[in-house]
C-alpha cells in the first residue's frame, strides 16, 4: 500500500547543531508539504512544494530549508537548530487539484536542548 | 494574514448527542474546505471535505458550508466516545496549501 513515512520519529538534539528530518513517499504526489505543531498555535506551514526543483516557504520558514530533487522525498533541513524549534513535524502529500486530499506522515518529535 | 478560526474548547457532550463544531476563515477567496480529526499522539487523518455551500453527509458526519458568511461547521450525531479527538478545520484557496486552524477539542462521555 502507498503510504508517506517519517524518520527519525523521535530525535533529540543540541542548539545549533544542523538537523535533517526525512519524508518519504510512495503515492507518486505532486504536491509535498512540512508543517510543525506546538501546543496553542495548531498546525502551521514551514515549506511546500509543488513538484521536483520547485520550494515555497510557508508561515513559519525562518530557520528551516527543504530542496526537492525527486518526487517521493523532500528532507526538512534545520540549519542551527535552536529550543525554539522543538515541536512535533508533521510531513504531508497530495495529488494537484483542490479537492486533493492531503496526507500526513507519522510525525517526528524533535527536542532542541 | 490568511487566518482560520476555532474555538480551542473543550466541547464536552453526552454519548449519543450532536457535537456541533464550528470554524471561521478570513479569505474569501477559499475555494476548498476540510475537516480532519486528530487523536492525541498521532497525526491528523481527513473525515470531511466539502467545496459548495450547503451540507455534505456522510454517515453520522456533516459538513455545512456557508462561503457568504465564511464559515464551515461539522455536526457529527450519535457521538460516541472514540470520537472524542482534536477536530481540525482547515482551508485552502486556489492552487496553495492547506491552512489549518488551531483545532477543537472535543470529549464525549459514556
Known amino acids: 500500500d502507498a503510504e508517506i513515512t517519517q524518520s527519525p520519529r523521535h530525535k533529540i538534539t543540541e542548539t545549533g547543531r544542523q538537523v535533517t528530518l526525512a519524508c518519504h513517499q510512495t503515492?507518486?504526489?505532486?504536491?509535498m508539504f512540512w508543517y510543525r505543531q506546538d501546543l496553542g498555535h495548531g498546525l502551521r506551514l514551514i515549506h511546500y512544494?509543488?513538484?521536483?526543483?520547485?520550494?515555497n516557504k510557508g508561515e513559519v520558514s525562518d530557520g528551516y530549508s527543504v530542496s526537492r530533487s525527486n518526487t517521493e522525498d523532500l528532507p526538512l533541513t534545520l540549519e542551527s537548530a535552536a529550543s525554539s524549534q522543538t515541536s512535533v513535524y508533521f510531513c504531508?502529500?497530495?495529488?494537484?487539484?483542490?479537492?486533493?486530499?492531503?496526507?500526513f506522515g507519522p510525525g517526528t518529535r524533535l527536542l532542541v536542548l | 494574514q490568511k487566518e482560520v478560526e476555532q474555538n480551542s474548547g473543550p466541547l464536552s457532550v453526552p454519548e449519543g448527542a450532536i457535537a456541533s463544531l464550528n470554524c471561521t476563515y478570513s479569505d474569501r477567496g477559499s475555494q476548498s474546505f476540510f475537516w480532519y480529526r486528530q487523536y492525541s499522539g498521532k497525526s491528523p487523518e481527513l473525515i470531511m471535505s466539502i467545496y459548495s455551500n450547503g451540507d455534505k453527509e456522510d454517515g453520522r458526519f456533516t459538513a455545512q458550508l456557508n462561503k457568504a458568511s465564511q464559515y464551515v461547521s461539522l455536526l457529527i450525531r450519535d457521538s460516541q466516545p472514540s470520537d472524542s479527538a482534536t477536530y481540525l478545520c482547515a482551508v485552502r484557496q486556489a492552487g496553495t496549501a492547506l491552512i489549518f486552524g488551531k483545532g477543537t477539542t472535543l470529549s464525549v462521555s459514556s
Open positions: 512544494s509543488y513538484g521536483v526543483q520547485d520550494t
Open positions: 504531508a502529500s497530495s495529488a494537484s487539484g483542490e479537492g486533493a486530499t492531503q496526507y
Open positions: 503515492w507518486n504526489h505532486n504536491n
